[in-house]
């Protein structure tokens, strides 16, 4: 069973920038499909963005040119970088890998707030 713990999480107001990580166990995360997803009270677990084992990426279209995604083959991690961060990007923010299975970490919360 692979492992996945997301990170980075916090306060931050309108404007401002967070960094957010994922770790996943195992010795195949350069082989997995890793994605961000979030979820705001009230409202479906919704697709941020997605990055392959070679690094290529995909964003929803209300984050484009904000967040950017990217990873870190040798160690097993997955970031989320987020600038110009807006009061509707409040969520939980989850981390996903995929290689057939897929499997999901407990999420970090992220609140944009003056």
């Known amino acids: 069973q692979v492992q996945v713990v997301e990170s980075g999480g916090g306060l931050v107001q309108p404007g401002g920038s967070l960094r957010l990580s994922c770790v996943v166990s195992g010795s195949i995360f350069k082989l997995m499909l890793m994605a961000w997803y979030r979820q705001s009270p009230g409202n479906q677990r919704e697709l941020v963005a997605t990055?392959?084992?070679?690094?290529?990426?995909k964003y929803a279209d209300f984050v484009k040119g904000r967040f950017t995604i990217s990873r870190d083959n040798a160690k097993n991690t997955m970031f989320l970088q987020m600038n110009s961060l807006k009061p509707e990007d409040t969520a939980v923010y989850y981390c996903?890998?995929?290689?057939?299975?897929?499997?999901w970490g407990k999420g970090t919360l992220v609140t944009v707030s003056s």
């Open positions: 990055i392959t084992g070679g690094g290529i990426t």
């Open positions: 996903n890998a995929n290689l057939g299975e897929t499997s």
